[in-house]
């Protein structure tokens, strides 16, 4: 009960010192900045004109504009009914009916409004509670404790990791103070103070920051920066009144990306052989090591798997594009996007890879000794 008030605590603290340090940092805002527009929700009471088709070319496409009558449903301006014209287009698609719901936004106070989106908020905080749920039912305190890493680890990345950038500090230096961060947390919070927590965090931390040195490589003698990227004009854009240098940003976007499933890989490992020894203290460290390797060829098959389909499915888009121009391969190859993504892919599924030998040998080495029943792989409490 100690330990739960005193976590309980520290997070609250933790949080609060993110949130001030997040709040202290002083940027300008982009040129672009949209000052003076208010947004709120709204629903529609009433379709006054409608004047939908089907688009003469894609027959699963409807097109056209509609006279829309929205009751505000939110902010200072809630109850207010409004109306709106709807355009929708092949590329907003944002059809409306009554009881549909929009994000509106007003530079007027809603004389004139923009249809922004659709509300979607209930659908997202439902999926979350769903996942939440399910995450606690089956873990049990585990559960609550997985939770609570995800949200610090969250947290860490909002209102420190980029707060970091933009008050100047390195990309890559931002990404490692994260990941140490969040990696610690978390096999603290999920372990306790024990040795698989440690073996684990250093397993980590030692062989993202191999992805981190990887990529760097890489993009130094390959090209590769966030500069061949296609955000990189509305990134110079928003950032070229700042500290905020965004040429090390991809470099610390595959090291963030890597630790989480370096992460996965290391506990898996390090969690296995600490069972196997609890189960059967005479297991030597040779016979800890082969199981160790054992292990993780399984998960070394899996977890590469899915990374690469990871990134392939965030980059589908594009690679119908490309397919259907018959782009020729050396052309592909040597595109930016696609090294770009390659590389993001590779060094990920790479540190993956090397994480499996140092967990085993650095646990079977801990653990494998005869002195075993003095060192602590777990807390008191499961």
């Known amino acids: 009960m100690k330990k739960s008030v005193c976590h309980t605590l520290f997070i609250i603290c933790y949080i ?78 944002m059809e409306g009916a009554v009881g549909t719901r929009y994000i509106v936004g007003s530079y007027d106070g809603y004389i004139t409004t923009n249809i922004m989106s659709y509300e979607r908020s209930g659908l997202i905080f439902s999926l979350v509670a769903a996942f939440l749920a399910m995450v606690i039912f089956y873990g049990r305190k585990k559960g ?101 240098r965004i040429d090390n940003l991809l470099t610390a976007g595959i090291l963030i990306a890597s630790m989480g499933a370096v992460m996965d890989t290391s506990m898996s490992i390090v969690s296995s052989l600490c069972e196997l020894k609890d189960q059967n203290p005479s297991m030597t460290m040779k016979q800890l090591m082969q199981s160790g390797m054992n292990i993780g060829k399984d998960i070394m098959g899996t977890m590469t798997n899915t990374l690469i389909l990871a990134f392939a499915g965030s980059s589908i888009n594009m690679m119908v594009i490309y397919y259907m121009y018959c782009m020729p391969a050396i052309s592909l190859l040597n595109s930016d996007f696609m090294v770009v993504e390659s590389v993001k892919g590779l060094i990920s599924s790479m540190a993956v890879v090397m994480s499996i030998p140092v967990a085993t040998v650095m646990t079977a080495m801990t653990i494998g000794k005869d002195n075993f029943q003095s060192i602590s792989l777990r807390p008191n409490t499961k």
């Open 16 to 93: 609060l010192l993110l949130l001030v340090y997040s709040r202290v940092q002083k940027f300008e805002k982009p040129g672009d900045y949209p000052e003076g527009i208010e947004y709120a929700r709204a629903e529609v009471v009433e379709i006054v004109e409608d004047d939908m088709g089907q688009d003469p070319d894609y027959h699963y496409i409807r097109i056209g504009k509609q006279l829309m009558k929205l009751k505000i449903i939110s902010g200072k301006y809630k109850g207010k009914t409004i109306e709106a014209i709807n355009f929708v287009t092949r590329t907003t698609q």
């Open 144 to 244: 609550v404790a997985a939770v609570a890493a995800l949200i610090v680890t969250l947290l860490n990345v909002v209102f420190l990791f980029i707060p970091m950038l933009i008050n100047g500090v390195s990309a890559i230096l931002a990404a490692v103070i994260v990941g140490l961060l969040s990696t610690f947390y978390t096999m603290i919070v999920l372990n306790g103070f024990c040795a698989k927590s440690f073996i684990a965090t250093i397993c980590c931390t030692s062989c993202t920051a191999f992805a981190g040195l990887l990529a760097w490589a890489v993009g130094r003698f390959g090209g590769i920066t966030t500069l061949n990227t296609p955000e990189v004009e509305n990134l110079l854009f928003i950032t070229e009144n700042t500290k905020f």
